[in-house]
């Protein structure tokens, strides 16, 4: 691919700046030497100077005449407005001042270009991979209080992906109180290329039911998606896109923003009386205030924004390019996973050396890589009213301890894994009999438990170090591959013990930034372990986490029919290479439903692949089941893992059917997953028309697997890459629900 060598453009008169990408041009400039403005964001342009879209009448241009300040300042397209300079839409930056106020007025100072990306102190970040990258700043001040901002931007050109930031200065001479300051706002028209009105793109749920699409008309007013609980949780994804009326895979324009952030966000679009939106992204500015002293600096975690011009597919294929290369880190950023039976649903708290050794060995015998031992193998945990906090092990459960337990994996040629819950603090624990004020809790007042547990106030260092020294303890005395981070309950009755009263208001952000930082000296301490971030599943599923951990568990959810809908949300804006996914039993634990256990497979082999079932009780016909999938595994990760996702059909939308295929960067081979959910009277044949191929490439088609079991490595046909995409293939139908067939498409 011919990257650009100058992603960052600047007019002649130095008032205009035009950020490129690949297939995208983003524009701003400088109103009357003051303001900042939002010119353009959309398909690429040659265009840097586009000063002629602001043809304001003479009343509404600031310095010709003061008359109308407040109206102008109320329709000008800012690229990031301040507060209370008489623009009525969602402001960005506010700031209490010494007397007061709230005021802030950011007029335009100057700019830099810098070739590569600094990283963010403490917050996750992108970062340049091969191919350099530029990053433009931009200096606003507010001469009032001394606010000075700086906006950042910094282009991914192959991925088509622009990320921003800000940080926010105290340049004058006293305490200021900042009482929000988003991360990026865009103020752009309301409507796509052909007039019509955008629609708001974005994904809900709850536990074992995250990730749900929902499209909507954008109305006028401010329509949003939110978190206040401390973290991302699992009832909105901080995305938003904003899309053309009827957008599908392949066409219709698409913007979309991700917030790399784990904390409370704020997501929000605004429509104004003309119809023109501003988009807004940024720590909720609810339960957030920020002490800045004369000299400090704020740092805002950051937004990557993407624009496709070629609907939803595209948008997903650049988030995911994103996140590969410029955001997951670590050892297993590019490899294979080792293949895991975690021990959670063929368990719960009832299990012993014995047990998880009897999985082990049989896990082993049909090639499975690594046991994972989930919760209760600490303190005197049996069940989930005790023991948070006290991370030793449980000895009468593990006799011999982690130790024995691994020495005893690894002669066998097995991994290790080993879950924890960090920030949870069990009233019953040793730990909170020691520390009470570790938790975060209101002094004199009972806080409301969730599943009986409190939150361990990560925002001090004297806990983040009592944590770390435990989980190092832990890790050091055995040979742990793998660690799973769960974290099961939102956060309430919010107080820190370590925060004056002026700056409680800095809990829930410090809390996140905790989180961070434990994470981040865990991975410098064991720079092989595997991390996998969870939450009940998904409630903690966004892109700040996947910066510290390569994957996280997507739901407690393991039905595979729930998780065709589940994984397809989750697809739409992340890797497959990161969403957890598991074969488990039936009838499954959460919705009783019985799928064909191949089809179980096929499913969990478009993410990270694994096992969470009691494998001593499986039958000899569903070990030869997973003895195939563990070989379907090695075969395909790789492609699953680095190749390009393509949606070709959704059970969602017709309702009977769900297919989709995952094409190797060199468009060599496909490999193409079809589920047939729902059984249809009069059962159809299905007509499949693939994707991303090369058009002038000849392919020869296999079927390579059915849940069925009937034929394997059949030739269905061999045809070019525009046949294929075009004319299509026809998959025979099935009989039963949940059935499936995997094909690979070779080049010949
Ligand atoms: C919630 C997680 O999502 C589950 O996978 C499991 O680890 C339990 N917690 C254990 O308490």
């Known amino acids: 691919m011919n990257y650009i060598v100058h992603s960052v453009l600047v007019s002649d008169g130095g008032d205009s700046f035009r950020i490129d990408t690949a297939n995208t041009s983003y524009v701003i400039g400088i109103q009357d030497g003051l303001y900042l403005g939002h010119f353009y964001y959309g398909a690429k342009i040659p265009e840097t100077d586009l000063s002629y879209k602001t043809a304001f009448a003479p009343?509404?241009?600031?310095?010709?005449?003061?008359?109308?300040?407040?109206v102008f300042m109320d329709c000008y397209n800012f690229e990031y407005p301040g507060w209370g300079t008489g623009d009525s839409r969602e402001g960005a930056l506010k700031a209490i001042d010494s007397n007061g106020t709230s005021r802030v007025n950011l007029l335009y100072k100057g700019y830099r270009i810098s070739s590569g990306k600094e990283p963010i102190p403490g917050l996750p970040s992108t970062f340049a991979a091969e191919d350099p990258v530029e990053t433009l700043e931009i200096d606003l001040q507010d001469?009032?209080?001394?606010?000075?901002?700086?906006?950042?931007?910094?282009?991914?050109?192959?991925?088509?992906?622009?990320?921003?930031?800000?940080?926010?200065?105290?340049?004058?001479?006293?305490?200021?109180?900042?009482?929000?300051?988003?991360?990026?706002?865009?103020d752009m028209p309301g409507v796509d290329r052909q007039g019509r009105p955008f629609e708001l793109l974005t994904y809900h749920g709850t536990w074992a039911r995250e990730f749900t699409k929902e499209i909507r008309p954008i109305g006028f007013g401010r329509t949003g998606v939110v978190s206040i609980c401390g973290k991302t949780g699992n009832r909105m994804q901080s995305f938003l896109g904003l899309v053309s009326p009827a957008v599908s895979q392949e066409q219709g324009q698409v913007y979309g923003l991700q917030f790399l952030y784990s904390g409370n966000f704020s997501s929000m679009v605004e429509k104004g009386p003309n119809g023109d939106i501003r988009v807004s992204?940024?720590?909720?500015?609810?339960?957030?205030?920020?002490?800045?002293?004369?000299?400090?600096?704020?740092?805002s975690p950051e937004v990557v924004l993407t624009y496709s011009d070629a609907g939803l597919g595209k948008m997903s294929r650049n988030f995911h390019d994103l996140y590969r290369a410029h955001l997951i880190r670590g050892k297993y950023k590019d490899k294979k996973r080792p293949i895991l039976i975690n021990n959670w649903e063929a368990t719960y708290f009832d299990f012993?050396?014995?047990?998880?050794?009897?999985?082990?060995?049989?896990?082993?015998?049909?090639?499975?890589?690594?046991?994972?031992?989930?919760?209760?193998?600490?303190g005197k945990r049996n069940d989930d009213n005790t023991s948070l906090g006290d991370w030793t092990v449980n000895e009468e459960k593990l006799p011999g301890g982690i130790r024995r337990l691994s020495d005893e994996l690894s002669a066998m040629g097995?991994?290790?894994?080993?879950?924890?819950?960090?920030?949870?603090?069990?009233?019953d624990s040793d730990l909170f009999r020691a520390h009470p004020d570790y938790a975060i809790a209101i002094p004199g007042r009972e806080p409301a438990r969730s599943r009986n547990q409190l939150v361990l106030d990560v925002s001090r260092k004297e806990v983040r170090d009592y944590l770390f020294d435990s989980i190092r303890k832990v890790l050091e005395s055995a040979d742990i591959a793998y660690v799973k981070w769960d974290m099961n309950r939102h956060l309430s009755d919010l107080y820190s013990a370590g925060l004056p009263s002026g700056r409680q208001g800095e809990l829930m952000h410090r809390f996140t930034l905790g989180v961070y930082d434990l994470q981040e000296r865990l991975l410098s301490a064991f720079p092989d372990l595997l991390l996998e971030n969870c939450s009940s599943g998904g409630a903690r599923f966004?892109?700040?986490?996947?910066y510290y951990s390569p994957q996280i568990w997507t739901s407690d959810d393991t039905d595979a029919y729930e998780r065709i809908r589940i994984q397809a949300g989750a697809q739409t804006l992340y890797p497959l290479s990161c969403l957890g996914a598991h074969v488990s039993i039936c009838p499954n634990h959460v919705t009783g439903r019985t799928v064909p256990f191949m089809t179980?497979?096929?499913?969990?082999?478009?993410?990270?692949?694994?096992?969470?079932?009691?494998i001593t009780q499986l039958s000899e016909e569903d070990k030869a089941h997973i003895r195939r999938q563990v070989e379907l595994f090695h075969t395909y990760n790789d492609l699953i893992r680095n190749g390009d996702f393509y949606r070709i059909a959704s059970f969602a939308d017709n309702g009977f059917y769900d297919c989709y295929g995952v094409v190797s960067k060199d468009k060599k081979e496909m490999l193409l997953t079809f589920l047939h959910v729902m059984n249809q009277p009069c059962m159809p044949n299905r007509h499949i028309c693939l994707k991303g191929l090369a058009p002038e490439k000849r392919y020869r088609v296999f079927l390579v697997e059915e849940s069925s079991g009937k034929e394997k490595k059949d030739i269905v046909c061999e045809a070019f890459g525009s046949t294929l995409m075009n004319a299509g293939i026809v998959i025979p139908c099935m009989y039963g629900d949940f059935q499936s067939a995997l094909y690979h498409i070779e080049e010949v």
């Open 59 to 70: 009343p509404m241009s600031p310095v010709k005449t003061s008359r109308e300040l407040c």
């Open 143 to 186: 001469p009032d209080t001394g606010l000075s901002v700086t906006l950042f931007y910094t282009a991914f050109p192959e991925c088509d992906v622009i990320a921003r930031r800000v940080e926010v200065k105290n340049e004058g001479g006293h305490d200021l109180d900042l009482q929000r300051v988003l991360s990026a706002t865009m």
């Open 281 to 299: 992204m940024g720590i909720h500015p609810e339960e957030f205030s920020w002490k800045l002293c004369p000299g400090e600096t704020f740092h």
């Open 352 to 378: 012993d050396h014995d047990k998880l050794l009897s999985i082990a060995k049989q896990a082993k015998e049909c090639g499975i890589e690594m046991l994972v031992v989930d919760d209760g193998w600490f």
């Open 414 to 427: 097995m991994k290790l894994g080993l879950w924890f819950e960090p920030e949870m603090v069990s009233p």
């Open 542 to 546: 966004d892109p700040g986490m996947l």
């Open 600 to 614: 179980r497979g096929i499913v969990a082999l478009a993410g990270t692949f694994g096992y969470e079932l009691d």
